[in-house]
């Protein structure tokens, strides 16, 4: 009976140990594999030099241009939204004025449609 209580203490033990195991062998396995391929490529840019000075010199003056574009476009936006600012601004300063002279102008805007249908008035009796 003894026997049974240790085989299935270690049971649970083992599975957990393999499982360990792999994962260390796994984590081995990428580790070595990406050593493997740094040192490939140190290799072949010791021997190939200009290929690689051709790769740097071609692809660097790619991401040269495309960062030199994208902050282009940003300082532009920049300058478009600060544009609608001034123009939202004036805006609203034109409608405040408008609907202030629109205030003022109200009264004698009545007095001046008060006249309009009496004058309308003579011309359609005349």
């Known amino acids: 009976m003894s026997n049974e209580g240790k085989s299935e203490d270690s049971s649970p033990l083992q599975s957990g140990d393999g499982q360990q195991e792999r994962s260390q062998v796994a984590a081995a396995h990428w580790e070595g594999a990406i050593g493997e391929q740094y040192r490939k490529m140190k290799e072949h840019a010791e021997t190939y030099p200009y290929v690689w000075g051709s790769y740097i010199l071609v692809y660097g003056g790619f991401g040269l241009w ?25 805006v609203e300063a034109e409608k405040s004025t408008s609907a ?27």
Do not use: F, I, M
Request: glycine fraction near 2%.
């Open 66 to 90: 495309l960062t030199y574009r994208w902050r282009k476009l940003r300082k532009t936006e920049d300058r478009v939204r600060g544009l609608q600012e001034r123009l939202r601004k004036l």
């Open 100 to 126: 202030a002279t629109v205030t003022e102008q109200s009264p004698n805007s009545a007095s001046l449609t008060d006249k309009l249908p009496s004058s309308s008035a003579d011309k359609a009796t005349k």
